[in-house]
């Protein structure tokens, strides 16, 4: 077994995703000294209007979720500290983390949960109304839309596919695409075209959402076109949040997530990373999927100390 080496912890978790909440339940119940650290609880959940797709719970609005979860640490005493991480090094036998506020600590080993950034489209209120008539996951939102109009911005895979997804829900939808030919694969380009409420919008870019009281109403092309819609789906894709490991020449892939094995180590050693920055779960960016690699990631510590 390990010896404790005057560290502070043996396990800091760097920022409260989603899911957080099975990483220090697991590393409790395993003994595991924690921390967590944390900037903004739950990123997009937290700020989710209605959430309708978490196990055991029919409709609830995000920040009630995220309020759960953090009552049920609490009640478990883990300790948590509301900072940002500036610095996170990898010395010979253990990490140092530093705070904002300059706050320093140790740990045998972190998991690194950062999660990633929507790609905006910087439209005019695109900000404001984020998720609310403004939403970047068709999965998480197709109910708030149902038999109504709604844009699907882009042209790559991803808004293909959410845009004939929603096609069997919405009323309309408009799969707005500032090129004259799609980037996604043909057979999605196919399948698309075929749907008799799919309109597609070439050579066109979202300028300004307009609203009144009681919502959403249409787009303002930059053509000066108008599309009546209730509410518009950006599909322009993610980046990861992963400046904080930038000098530590993690592996990455080609869209800069971290490349993690089974077990949810990074190829540092001692490393763990969960939730939307990494290369596993096939990146279906679903709070359940993030949910099971925080578990997996501190059961894999706990093996690695038991040995």
């Given amino acids: 077994k390990i010896e404790n080496m005057n560290l502070d912890y043996d396990l800091i978790i760097i920022w409260a995703g989603s899911a957080w909440y099975p990483a220090w339940m697991y590393a409790s119940r395993y003994k595991i000294k924690n921390l967590i650290i944390w900037w903004q609880p739950g990123w997009a959940l937290a700020t989710s209007h209605r959430v309708e797709n978490w196990p055991g ?21 883990t300790e948590i500290l509301n900072e940002m991480v500036s610095e996170l090094k990898k010395h010979e036998d253990h990490f140092h983390v530093k705070t904002s506020s300059w706050k320093e600590f140790k740990s045998k080993y972190v998991i690194l949960a950062t999660g990633n950034s929507h790609r905006h489209l910087w439209a005019k209120w695109e900000k404001e109304f984020m998720w609310k008539w403004v939403s970047y996951c068709a999965t998480c939102d197709w109910m708030f839309f149902k038999w109504r109009d709604v844009i699907i911005v882009w042209g790559w895979n991803t808004a293909l596919t959410e845009a004939i ?15 004259d030919t799609f980037r996604a694969e043909d057979s999605w380009v196919d399948i698309a075209k075929k749907r008799e409420n799919i309109e597609m919008v070439l050579n066109e870019e979202v300028e300004e959402i307009v609203w009144d009281v009681l919502g959403m109403t249409w787009v303002k092309l930059k053509s000066w076109k108008e599309l009546k819609s209730d509410g518009i789906f950006v599909a322009v894709g993610t980046l990861p949040n992963t400046d904080l490991v930038n000098e530590m020449n993690l592996e990455k892939d080609e869209e800069w997530c971290l490349v993690v094995d089974a077990r949810q180590e990074t190829s540092l050693k001692w490393l763990y990373a969960a939730w939307d920055v990494t290369t596993n779960s096939n990146k279906f960016k679903q709070t359940i999927m993030s949910a099971a690699e925080w578990c997996l990631a501190a059961n894999s510590i706990h093996e690695d100390k038991m040995k």
């Fill in 165 to 179: 997804y929603l096609s069997d829900i919405c009323n309309k939808v408009y799969l707005v695409h500032r090129r």
């Fill in 57 to 77: 719970t029919i409709s609830a609005p995000g920040k009630e979720i995220m309020d759960s979860f953090r009552e049920h640490a609490t009640s478990s005493w």
